[in-house]
């Protein structure tokens, strides 16, 4: 179950509203564990939301983007039934990606 | 003489303090509801299953925007998963449980005749999962806690309903989780009641007391500190260690015990789990 | 400390999400694992990693858009809290009154790194984004937006305290 990304994209009145909740560590490489050893930094560096496969949003993050990241955005267009594409890259070169439809 | 006094006096004076220490939950939770609602009468009964947010409007506004997408929406999404998923006998969880454990989190902690202790959901949960030859799990975090954030997120609003029944085992199973809770311990010799009853709604440093009451409306619960979510145990353990005493074992009787007091001062509020604090 | 007026949650996009999420898919809220053929990830080399280790704002906006010079601007409008619940985790969200804007970041002065996150954004989507971040001590935090080529800038303080809790 890792790697999830949680999604809710509604239109209303000609505009989309994405919301998403991303399951990543988001670890900022400052923390330390249990055993007093730094946990490597592991975050998210590029997302890239795109609506029927024109880029819509593109993020850039670093290490002080909470854990389990949420976005909230919207974008002129997009009706019901449209696919909302999420994908992203993190700094250990692991990606995700996933799509869902507007509500 | 002297003596025989003595014993004829206690003689008379057991069966007394027996009736007045006889517990009688239902005076009891009028009494701790009737307290709270007294003391902050701008919050409603139902408000209190909200804890500290009745008492910052700045904690409120960023908990609103916080649970706007919840963060423990992956505890319940992967609690759906594992409560779905068939052990190795074809079996799952709703076997276990009536009305196939779906709206039914309210309930617990439940008193088991059978063996005369306290069951609260998540030994419920390590109790099915034993019968059908699974190991246990963890009862703080983990597997377990998603299992139960999403069996009780199917209890969303439905009024607290824990039982206390009229067998002595439950009525000394309740006294016990009732002492525990206004006993003061630890180095810092502070019991429940110093913090969640006495500086209910004060501030500890940059968090705010959540009243006893509501308080275990809302578990399981995403903590920012703990950066997923744990389960009414996982606190109390916390909460022990804070006021450096000894914690006890996740399974032991007086956490069992403590659940089924607290719930039951929580009857009639409303299920807000899980929940989300800082 | 006294109480303020309760709240009940009727009803509010807690419970919505909350059922959306244990109906599954069903109700548009999906959770593939790993499902590549969705969408190309995207290519690592456009991140701007060099304005991720700034430890100043003038050197992170230098680093992100080429330029330090901001102008502190009423269209450009901030939402944070003044007293952070928990570092780990404070909402933070801009909205920009202002023709063109191609990118925004959002800075925390007095984290080890100044920039939080930033973004790129197209023509025809808002610039007006919500989103959490950490932050280590109390700190200004600064929304940059770029429009028509020109930064412009809302910030706030925003006090980090230590919980009493654990």
New interface residues.
């Given amino acids: 179950?890792?790697?999830?990304?949680?999604?809710?994209?509604?239109s209303s009145g000609g505009?989309t509203t994405v919301e998403a909740l991303i399951k990543h560590p988001m670890d900022?490489g400052?923390v330390k564990d249990k055993a007093g050893k730094i946990i490597p930094a592991h975050y998210i560096?590029?997302?890239?939301f795109?609506h029927k496969g024109k880029?819509?949003?593109?993020?850039?993050?670093?290490?002080?983007?909470?854990?389990n990241?949420?976005?909230?955005?919207?974008?002129?267009?997009g009706k019901s039934g449209d696919p909302i594409?999420?994908?992203?890259?993190d700094n250990k070169?692991e990606?995700?990606?996933?799509?869902?439809?507007?509500? | 003489m002297k003596l025989a006094l003595i014993v004829l006096a206690s003689l008379w004076a057991a069966p007394l303090a027996q009736a007045a220490s006889q517990p009688d939950p239902a005076a009891d939770l009028q009494g701790f509801q009737g307290y709270f609602l007294k003391r902050?009468p701008?919050?409603?009964l139902?408000?209190?299953v909200?804890g500290p947010?009745?008492?910052?409007?700045?904690?409120?506004?960023?908990?609103?925007?916080?649970?706007?997408?919840?963060?423990y929406?992956f505890a319940?999404?992967d609690g759906?998963t594992l409560f779905d998923t068939k052990f190795a006998n074809g079996k799952t969880y709703a076997s276990c449980f009536p009305n196939g454990g779906i709206g039914i989190a309210q309930t617990y902690p439940m008193f088991d005749a059978k063996t005369g202790r306290v069951v609260p959901l998540g030994v419920a949960i390590n109790r099915c999962r034993v019968a059908n030859g699974a190991a246990k799990l963890s009862l703080t975090t983990g597997k377990l806690a998603d299992i139960e954030a999403?069996m009780t997120?199917?209890s969303?609003?439905k009024p607290i309903d824990v039982v206390v029944p009229h067998d002595p085992r439950a009525l000394a199973a309740y006294q016990a989780g009732k002492e525990y809770f206004y006993s003061r311990r630890g180095q810092l010799n502070f019991s429940c009641a110093s913090c969640h009853v006495q500086a209910a709604?004060?501030?500890?440093?940059?968090?705010?007391?959540a009243p006893a009451l509501g308080l275990t409306a809302s578990f399981p619960l995403y903590r920012?500190?703990w950066?997923d979510v744990g389960t009414l145990v996982r606190r109390f353990i916390?909460?022990n260690?804070?006021v450096k005493a000894e914690p006890e074992a996740a399974d032991s009787t007086a956490y069992r015990d403590l659940a089924y007091f607290m719930t039951y001062m929580n009857n009639g509020l409303p299920i807000?789990g899980p929940g989300a604090r800082? | 400390?006294?109480?303020?007026?309760?709240?009940?949650?009727s009803a509010?996009?807690?419970?919505t999400?909350?059922?959306?999420?244990?109906a599954?898919t069903a109700?548009?809220?999906?959770?593939?694992?790993?499902?590549?053929?969705?969408?190309?990830?995207?290519?690592?080399s456009?991140?701007?990693?060099k304005?991720?280790i700034q430890h100043s704002q003038d050197a992170t906006l230098q680093a992100m858009f080429g330029t330090s010079s901001v102008t502190a601007s009423a269209d450009v409008k901030m939402d944070a809290?003044?007293?952070?619940?928990?570092g780990?985790?404070?909402?933070v969200?801009f909205d920009a009154n202002a023709p063109k804007v191609t990118a925004a970041a959002i800075l925390?002065l007095d984290?080890?790194?100044v920039?939080?996150?930033?973004?790129?954004?197209?023509e025809?989507?808002?610039p007006?984004?919500?989103?959490?971040?950490?932050?280590?001590k109390t700190t200004k935090v600064v929304s940059v937006v770029q429009s028509g080529g020109k930064l412009m800038s809302a910030s706030k303080q925003v006090k980090v305290?230590?919980?009493?809790?654990?």
């Fill in positions: 179950m890792a790697h999830q990304i949680l999604v809710h994209a509604m505009s900022s400052f560096e590029v997302i890239e795109t880029i819509v949003l593109t993020g850039y993050w670093g290490p002080a983007v909470s854990k990241p949420f976005i909230k955005f919207s974008f002129k267009g594409g999420i994908s992203w890259v070169g990606t995700a990606a996933t799509s869902s439809n507007i509500m | 902050f701008k919050v409603p139902a408000a209190y909200n947010y009745n008492f910052s409007k700045s904690e409120r506004d960023q908990w609103k925007q916080i649970i706007e997408f919840p963060p929406a319940v999404a759906k999403y997120s199917t969303d609003g709604g004060m501030h500890l440093r940059g968090d705010v007391l920012s500190s950066g916390g909460c260690k804070k807000a800082p | 400390m006294t109480e303020i007026e309760g709240l009940i949650l509010p996009s807690r419970r999400v909350l059922a959306a999420v244990a599954g109700a548009g809220l999906m959770r593939p694992a790993l499902s590549f053929a969705a969408a190309a990830a995207p290519r690592a456009s991140y701007p990693a304005a991720f809290p003044d007293i952070a619940e928990n780990a985790v404070v909402p969200s925390a984290n080890p790194f920039m939080a996150c930033a973004y790129k954004i197209p025809g989507t808002s007006a984004i919500a989103s959490r971040i950490k932050l280590g305290t230590l919980g009493g809790c654990g």
